[in-house]
């Protein structure tokens, strides 16, 4: 597993992983076009993946313009294997030594990523769109 600084070529193998998950899925991939991504991987803040050969296995996002984790997925082929906390902490290593205002994040209640947030110490400050919760963290744990 190699973990690194998602580029413009990796945009493909990060809609993929996006489009493959099987929790907080998009209703329409669409929604999520490939100029964004590279909005954010490029200009708004940095991306980072997991690679095992040329194979894009995960990928985490954060915008420093926003503060907010836009991202974080894992393939569901290689869940389970500690690549989301290794995207996780390298992403919040990076967004607070760019920046000393917390950073939010929102997902489904009831779902694995909302156990993966709570343990990785985010705190819970409210609801954010359609009924899903908001949560912070005002530094690394």
Known sequence: MILRE?????IPGIQLVRNAVRENRLSDPALVPDKDVEDYIMRR???WVTTEGELITGFSI?????????ALFVHPD???KG????LHD??????????????????????????FYRKAG???????GKGEIRFEMEKLP
């Open 83 to 86: 690549l989301g906390r290794k």
């Open 78 to 80: 290689h869940e389970g």
């Open 62 to 70: 954060v915008s420093v313009i926003d503060r907010n984790i836009w």
């Open 6 to 10: 998602a580029t413009i070529g990796d």
């Open 90 to 115: 390298i992403m919040l290593t990076w967004y607070f030594s760019q920046v000393r205002e917390p950073v939010w994040l929102s997902t489904a209640p009831g779902t694995r990523a909302e156990k």
């Open 45 to 47: 803040g940095k991306g």
């Open 122 to 128: 985010w705190k819970e400050t409210g609801f954010y």
